[in-house]
Structures are given as C-alpha cells and as structure tokens.
C-alpha cells in the first residue's frame, strides 16, 4: 500500500480541464432542448471549435435515456489520416447532477500530440495532454485536483499517443479505461479512481501490458494506493440525484490504510 499526501498542485492541466468542463456544461444546457435540431448540433460545434482553437465537427447530436445530451463521432479535421495531430470521439454522453456538477462519459476517446521541433506539443489547445508521457499515478491525481467536485468522470476504450516532429509515433497508451467517481468508506466520503492501460510503449508511468491502478484520494490524502481489483457497490453511472454543494466530508486519514478491508460503496449524493 501507498499513502501519498501533501499540497495538491493544480496546474495548468487542471485548469484546462476545469474551463474545458465548464464550458461543455454551457454548451450542454444551452442545447439541451434543441439538441436534435441542426442549429443546436451547428451551435455546439461553433463553442467547441472557438474553444479548442480548430474546427470540432459533430457528426449527429440526441437527447438519451435517462435524459442525457449525446454527441455522436466528433473529431478534428484531417484525423482520419494516421500522424496527424488532434482528437475524435465516438460519443460523449452529460448527463445533469445537480447545478454545474455533471456526469461525463467518453466513449473511443483518441488523442494525438505532435512535437512542434521547439520542444512544445500541438495542437495548443490539447498540448497540456502531451505532458502526461512523463506523468506517474500521482500526477493523474493532480490532474483531476479541479473536477472532483463537478464531474462523474468515465473514458473507455480510449488511446492516447504522442508524435515526433515527422509524425511518426513515439509513444502510446492503448485501449484506456478511466474511472474517477465519489464513494462512501464508513461513511466518510473520498473519490474512487481506477485506471486500465491495456497496452503502453515509450511512457515514464510504465511500459507492458494489462497494467491496472486503483487509488482512493481524500481531502486530506493525495493518494491511497487499493491492490487487487475492487468492487464498487450500486454503481448508477447516470443516476441524476441532486447533490450537496459540501458533499466532502473532513475526516483523520491517520488510519487510512484500515479503508483497504472495507466495502467501497458509491456515494450516490455526491458530484
């Protein structure tokens, strides 16, 4: 077991998820109601594109069971072809939970970064993401320091690969799956991570196959390492009950090794 603690940097990573979180939940209400029309499709492909600084194109756009907003095949221009920097998705689904605080589900997420020669990585609006080729498990904590309070957050079946300056790939993490979601341990409340790498070559976090992380992190706890594979409890991923705004509780993580022989159980009232 590892119980990581200290002052949690949230940084410029963090802070582009948060403002990107953000907007996507302006987005989402302002085309809840007319998401299945083009005006609402063309209307969120404007925010996104303004956004992310390049033409985001959304192929078709619906409301879901349970009243959920889905976007259908974004993606960047020219990702078709392979070593070109930018994104697609095969469906975003946001649902509400409360104000500003929404569930987020990414379904076949693929991200390319490409080194500019200078050192950075492009597309800008994404280049953030090119810094994870370097990151440790704790660093994924720091990354998501700004969404635990407003995001349910699931990726799967996603890849994430880095390009040198040719656009020939340098590095890459294959068929992701990502979990972060607030749980209760003895009634005390914490956010439950697990992360999947089916497949990674050229990372600093480590290089194989089927590799998994599962972790806790707590208000006062950065990171709590679980072994095994867990099971969480009543898993509703779009259960839409309306949560407290201070659903973190404070509590001693002094013996926060004794949670790894309890039950994880889902905290269904928080974000």
């Not at 953030?128 to 720091?142: C, P, Q, S, Y």
């Not at 040198?164 to 003895?186: N, Q, S, T, W, Y």
């Not at 950065?222 to 309306?242: C, K, Q």
Request: glycine letters at 8%; a negative charge.
């Amino acid at each position: 077991m590892k119980v990581l603690s200290g002052e949690k940097k949230s940084g410029v990573i963090s802070r582009f998820l948060v403002i990107t979180s953000v907007l996507v939940f302006i987005v989402m209400v302002a085309l809840w109601f007319g998401a299945r029309t083009d005006g609402g499709r063309e209307l969120a492909e404007s925010k996104l594109s303004n956004h992310f600084g390049m033409k985001v194109s959304i192929e078709s756009m619906k409301i879901g069971f349970p009243y959920v907003l889905v976007m259908e095949n974004l993606r960047t221009p020219g990702f078709e072809a392979a070593g070109t920097a930018g994104f697609s998705v095969t469906e975003v689904k946001l649902g509400l939970r409360g104000w500003k605080k929404y569930s987020l589900h990414l379904k076949q997420l693929i991200v390319r970064v490409q080194d500019d020669g200078d050192g950075n990585w492009k597309p800008d609006s994404i280049a953030r993401l090119g810094d994870l080729k370097n990151a440790e498990i704790i660093d994924m904590v720091h990354l998501t320091d700004g969404l635990r309070k407003k995001v349910r957050l699931r990726i799967v079946n996603s890849n994430l690969g880095w390009l040198d300056v040719d656009g020939v790939e340098v590095a890459v993490a294959r068929d992701v799956d990502f979990r972060m979601l607030p749980v209760k341990i003895d009634d005390r409340k914490m956010h439950y991570y697990v992360l999947d790498i089916y497949n990674a070559t050229g990372l600093a976090l480590d290089d194989g196959r089927d590799m998994h992380w599962e972790w806790l992190t707590t208000p006062k706890t950065d990171y709590i390492e679980l072994p095994g594979r867990s099971e969480v409890e009543n898993d509703e991923e779009w259960d839409d009950e309306e949560c407290d705004e201070d659903d973190e509780d404070e509590f001693d993580d002094e013996d926060a090794g004794g949670v790894l022989t309890t039950e994880i159980t889902e905290d269904t009232e928080g974000v």
